[in-house]
Each structure stands twice: as C-alpha cells, then as structure tokens.
C-alpha cells in the first residue's frame, strides 16, 4: 500500500504551536487548565500541546493520560489524574485522528460526570466519517477521504513526527 505524507514534521510543529496559542486564547482567563491526551498518539499530541502552552502563557498546565479502549470504548476509561484533579478546571481532550468519533465521544462521555469551566477538544487530523456528533473545536488538518483510506499519525522515538494517507 502506498503511503501519501499529508502533514510533515515541520508542518506538525507550526501546527503545535498553532493550536496552542488557539488554546490559551480560549482560556485566557483561567489560572489552570488540563490538557487530556487519549493513549496513545493523542497523548504524545498531548505532551507536545502541553509543552508549548507553557513556553507561551502563565497557566498552569496539567497533563492527564485518558486509556480508552478503542476496540470497546464502553469499558472503563482510566485517566493518570483523578477526577478531583480535573474538576472545576478548563479540560481539553486531545487525540491525534478523528474518524468516526467513537472514541472521542466515550471520551467526552467520561469527563461529563464533573463539572468543568469549559470543555473543547483538539485533533491532529479530523476526518469526515463520523458517526457521532462530536466536532474538534482546534485541528491541525481537515481530509474529505474515502473510508476505506487510513490516516496514520507516527511520532518516533527521535522526535520526529508526520502522517500518511493509505
């Protein structure tokens, strides 16, 4: 199967950054946000997310890893911050490709149990497939494909990161 790169390094770091700013912007009020990255891609988005709202704004940022099971979302999810460590904050729940939205949806469901400041999701890349009515308020790249077409993000381990159609 052929590989088309759709997003390079570079164009993921400006996309980063990017988002970042949108984020701060969105919380600019708040003192203390969380930046919640879905295992595993999303969160390695996460991670970078949270990386860069520091070099640009005085929030506080906390980072949570959500474990989602993709295959069955309606298992538990499992997040590294309890719940009293996200309450009463801005969240923003992050994950690398938005293709149906089951995920993100079940992910959505989860943090719906507290109550939250304010509440917005980020993606990579956001596809046209879905299934929920689940929207990404920042994303770094919208694709109409074929749903037989697979997006894949890779973050390797020296830093380097893009994603192909295939």
């Known amino acids: 199967m052929s590989q088309n790169i759709i ?3 570079q164009e993921i770091e400006h996309t980063i950054k990017r988002i970042a700013y949108q984020i701060y912007e969105t919380f600019v009020d708040e003192d203390e946000i969380v930046i919640a990255g ?3 891609n999303g969160f ?15 929030l506080k940022v ?11 979302p309606e298992l538990p999810i499992h997040t590294s911050l309890t719940k009293e460590q996200y309450s ?9 490709v938005l293709n149906s939205g089951t995920t993100l949806i079940y992910a959505v469901r ?12 980020a993606v990579l890349v956001n596809r046209n497939h879905k299934k929920y009515p ?8 919208s694709l109409s494909t074929s749903s037989l077409e697979h997006v ?9 990161s893009y994603a192909y159609l295939s």
């Open 110 to 121: 989860h943090f719906l149990d507290v109550p939250l400041k304010k509440f917005k999701t």
């Open 134 to 141: 689940v929207k990404a308020d920042f994303k770094g790249i």
């Open 38 to 40: 879905i295992t595993t």
């Open 7 to 9: 997003l390079s390094n």
């Open 88 to 96: 009463n904050k801005g969240l923003v729940l992050v994950d690398d």
């Open 44 to 58: 390695i988005f996460a991670q970078k997310i949270t990386e860069a709202l520091k070099t640009i704004s005085p």
């Open 152 to 160: 894949q993000v890779v973050f390797d381990e020296n830093g380097n």
């Open 62 to 72: 906390s980072l949570c890893e959500l474990q989602v099971n993709k295959q069955n």
